[in-house]
């Protein structure tokens, strides 16, 4: 099926999410849209991230989308039951796919979750983890800094490194993996790392959620067929400048990853 994947951000963090798709998934179209103007989503109330969502899904579905993912931790934890519930396509979060990645690298059964305000509060890794093992002693930490401070750009340097520092110092000492529960954190994931030190694995659910839905549409027989490179569509609500610098950071075009894309600003 050569309809596109579109995928959903509260801004950049989830092109972390498009770039394994595009990696794992070579024949398919990405349509990503990342609400920057509006980011983050983190403190915001529930209905307000559920209207904003909304706004995102609406626009894509306006492209014919075969499949929809919420690449945003917090849209994930208010929205995924519902869009799932609604939508007549297959809809994957980004909540589960972590949740078993850290269960099956955790040796401890200690296991450290850092996030926006929003999916901390929501407990939603909490509720993912101990269903597949009640076991399991989860350490959540906010980290409302991190998003806006990603969203400028702002990935190394003195002043990124000190507020990762301040912020992770409050983290659990005895954690042996560490779930990014925010896209945008695996943008720092080096900072992250220098901080708690090699003892401790980080697990970005970007790669295991590509994964999911590579089964997903192989299972229903929507995979594309055409031979042809497709050509990506990435959309902004805000200012197009740090998203197309980062769009050419994160997509790793010194990797071989020369795809034609098109970058515009959107009206949602």
Known sequence: MEKAIGVIDSGIGGLTVAHELMRQLPKEKIIYLGDTLRCPYGPRPQNEVKEFTWNMVNFLLERDIKALVIACNTAT?????????????????????GARAAINITKSNKVGIIGTEGTINSNVYNYALKKINP??????????????????????????????KKTMDQMHKEIDTLILGCTHYPLIKNLIQEMLGNEVTLVSSSEETAREVST???VTNML???VELPKHEFYTTGKNDVFIKVIKDVLGFHHNLHYPITTEKAVI
């Open 77 to 97: 934890a208010y929205t995924l039951g519902e869009l799932k519930q609604k939508l007549n396509i297959p809809v994957i979060g980004v909540v589960q796919p």
């Open 135 to 164: 076991n399991i002693k989860v350490h959540s930490l906010a980290c409302p800094l991190f998003a806006p401070m990603i969203e400028q750009g702002l990935l190394s340097g003195k002043s990124s490194r000190k507020i990762v």
């Open 224 to 226: 594309n067929q055409k």
């Open 216 to 218: 997903i549409l192989e």
